[in-house]
T-cell receptor
Framework: TQLLEQSPQFLSIQEGENLTVYCNSS?????LQWYRQEPGEGPVLLVT?????EVKKLKRLTFQFGDARKDSSLHITAAQPGDTGLYLC????????????FGKGTRLSVIA | AAGVIQSPRHLIKEKRETATLKCYPI?????VYWYQQGPGQDPQFLIS???????DKGSIPDRFSAQQFSDYHSELNMSSLELGDSALYFC??????????FGPGTRLTVL
């Protein structure tokens, strides 16, 4: 059973379109991270959200943590081909030195 | 800024052989985590160390062992390798339970 359900699994869009990736769970997380991973490389941390209802922006990327700290979303505005990659959400069940639980990832392809 | 260093980046072994993967955390980071990522899969937690003591254990097979040394680097020792052990192995480090930063990974291929 996957603790973090990520959707959609695959997404192919045209350059300039907007998109949202969802990460849902029935469990509460102390924090949730979003990573981006290129093929054969390690996940690169994009953002960490900690407080319920928190919204963080990173240029064209907007991250939101649900009020109950059970879900999160990543919204990309005006997607560009450089946004192509695998986006992974990962949560910490407890705060401090605890392992991450990952979603299965969303593979995004932005076509020029 | 210094990142997590992993070596080797690629490793090819035969079945039943042994392998040792090394991880050098970001300077001053006190916690090291090991993850395994199979083809098309999400990373799965194996084991972690905080201040040189094992802190959490995940789905690590009994054939694998790991330790963290006094300089905070960590090694993952894998014995009696099986075909199913072929995967990307990532090390991540953190300081004080904060965000985990991942290394570039070691791609292990077992033939």
């Amino acid at each position: 059973t996957q603790l973090l359900e990520q959707s959609p699994q695959f997404l192919s869009i045209q350059e300039g379109e907007n998109l949202t990736v969802y990460c849902n769970s029935s469990s509460v997380f102390s924090s949730l991270q979003w990573y981006r991973q290129e093929p054969g490389e390690g996940p690169v941390l994009l953002v960490t959200v900690v407080t319920g209802g928190e919204v963080k922006k990173l240029k064209r990327l907007t991250f939101q943590f649900g009020d109950a700290r059970k879900d999160s979303s990543l919204h990309i505005t005006a997607a560009q081909p450089g946004d192509t990659g695998l986006y992974l959400c990962a949560g910490e069940r407890n705060s401090g030195n605890t392992p991450l639980v990952f979603g299965k990832g969303t593979r995004l392809s932005v076509i020029a | 800024a210094a990142g997590v260093i992993q070596s080797p980046r690629h490793l090819i072994k035969e079945k039943r052989e042994t392998a040792t993967l090394k991880c050098y955390p970001i300077p001053r980071h006190d916690t090291v985590y090991w993850y395994q990522q199979g083809p098309g899969q999400d990373p799965q937690f194996l084991i972690s160390f905080y201040e040189k003591m094992q802190s959490d254990k995940g789905s690590i097979p009994d054939r694998f062992s790991a330790q963290q040394f006094s300089d905070y680097h960590s090694e993952l020792n894998m014995s009696s390798l099986e075909l199913g052990d072929s995967a990307l192995y990532f090390c991540a480090s953190s300081f004080g339970g904060n965000e985990q930063f991942f290394g570039p990974g070691t791609r292990l291929t077992v033939l």
